[in-house]
T-cell receptor
């Protein structure tokens, strides 16, 4: 099956710093990648959708200058949380779909971000 | 609006008992349905999916689900649960219009000895 990895799996940073999270599709070409945020005991909230080589489409209420998304290749997307604050602490999950799996998303293991 | 509703936020059940986790979706001409399981501090693992064909779908770990178009439901079932099935379960729908995966609120399955 299709495998998606995320790095790092967890990160702790100081308030005001920026953090980059990587999402990679290991065995397929991901034409579209998705970034989700999940608060404790809650469902996944879609933050943005990115297509390879084009700008990400952000969901309503998500600050695009705060959460920078880059999808530079068919196997890599990055989410950068800029000037992180404690309220940005959350579980971030990426997913990917490709031409072969256009109606299905494969999820990464998630990244736990804690901002002190 | 497209939506997915999981009717139970928590389902406690004893080990070896049967379980059903309920999911309803908003009607659409074209919809694909999924059930995912999430263990603490982990990503989502696909249990099963309905894309087309037989309405009874079998997945991993002994789970199955039935697509019911008239009732717009996709309930997840397992005839005998184990302690290791304790986790959060998410129902999701992919609508061709919009191209997004819509998640339900999640159901916490708690299996007790």
């Amino acid at each position: 099956g299709a495998v998606v990895s995320q790095h790092p799996s967890w990160v702790i940073c100081k308030s005001g710093t920026s953090v980059k999270i990587e999402c990679r599709s290991l065995d397929f070409q991901a034409t579209t990648m998705f970034w989700y945020r999940q608060f404790p005991k809650q469902s996944l909230m879609l933050m943005a959708t990115s297509n390879e080589g084009s700008k990400a489409t952000y969901e309503q209420g998500v600050e695009k200058d705060k959460f920078l998304i880059n999808h530079a290749s068919l196997t890599l997307s990055t989410l950068t949380v800029t000037s992180a604050h404690p309220e940005d602490s959350s579980f971030y999950i990426c997913s990917a779909s490709g031409r072969t799996y256009y109606n299905e998303q494969f999820f990464g293991p998630g990244t736990r971000l804690t901002v002190l | 609006a497209q939506s997915v509703t999981q009717l139970d936020s928590q389902v406690p059940v004893f080990e070896e008992a049967p379980v059903e986790l309920r999911c309803n979706y908003s009607s659409s001409v074209s919809v694909y349905l999924f059930w995912y399981v999430q263990y603490p501090n982990q990503g989502l693992q696909l249990l099963l999916k309905y894309l087309s064909g037989s309405t009874l779908v079998k997945g991993i770990n002994g789970f199955e689900a039935e697509f019911n178009k008239s009732q717009t439901s996709f309930h997840l079932r397992k005839p005998s649960v184990h302690i290791s099935d304790t986790a959060e379960y998410f129902c999701a729908a992919y609508y061709n219009q919009g191209g997004k995966l819509i998640f339900g609120q999640g159901t916490e399955l708690s299996v007790k000895p």
